[in-house]
């Protein structure tokens, strides 16, 4: 018991690590724009990624099927895949975003600007756009420490200690799998 908390207290600090890593990146992505070299494009990735986001949130609902039906090692895999999703989709999202563009929600001409005559246009759906953006950022960032965190106290079989914090980190963890996808698609038609 004693070696899995000392390998719990390591891996806490690399789970605080990463987290302040990945904040980090993430502020800066919006101010620092990294040019593609000629003839790359990226594109293809804002699908990519609503995919990968919908992909996680079918594996995070298998995941709890398989722990309801007390499954642990299916629901383990399947706990593994949504990190691996969830990894793969940050790295994507972070290298999209230092290399592209901010796409804003109702920017017809796609200038970068939203003018009088595109605010007016969008003025009904815009502020349900936002708050669901706004909600969905700000919780992805708050509960990646605690994914990680929920990770470690299982992966150390603590196992209480683990559904304790998975109750409350699940749903938030499904909610902002479920909302990235519903806000490509509802920034799908103002990409270039």
Known sequence: MEANLKLEK??????????????????????VKIPLPDGWDFSFLPPFHATLNAL???VL??????????????HRKAIFVAIGLSVLFLL????????SPEVIFGDLNADGVLN??????????????LVLL???????????????????????????????MARWVFPIWLY????GPICYYMLMSYYP
């Open 92 to 99: 994507s999202y972070v290298a999209y975003h230092f290399t």
């Open 134 to 164: 706004i909600s969905h950022i700000t919780l992805a960032g708050l509960i990646l420490p605690f994914i990680l965190l929920t990770f470690i106290r299982a992966y150390t079989n603590q196992i209480n200690r683990h559904r304790k």
């Open 116 to 129: 009088d005559t595109e605010r007016v246009a969008v003025a009904g759906i815009r502020p349900f756009y």
């Open 10 to 31: 390591k891996l806490n600090v690399a789970a605080w690590i990463v987290t302040g890593a990945v904040l980090i990146l993430v502020g800066l992505m919006r101010q």
């Open 61 to 74: 609902i298998i995941a709890f099927y398989f722990i309801k039906q007390k499954n642990v090692e299916a």
């Open 56 to 58: 996680t949130a079918v």
């Open 176 to 179: 902002v799998a479920v909302t």
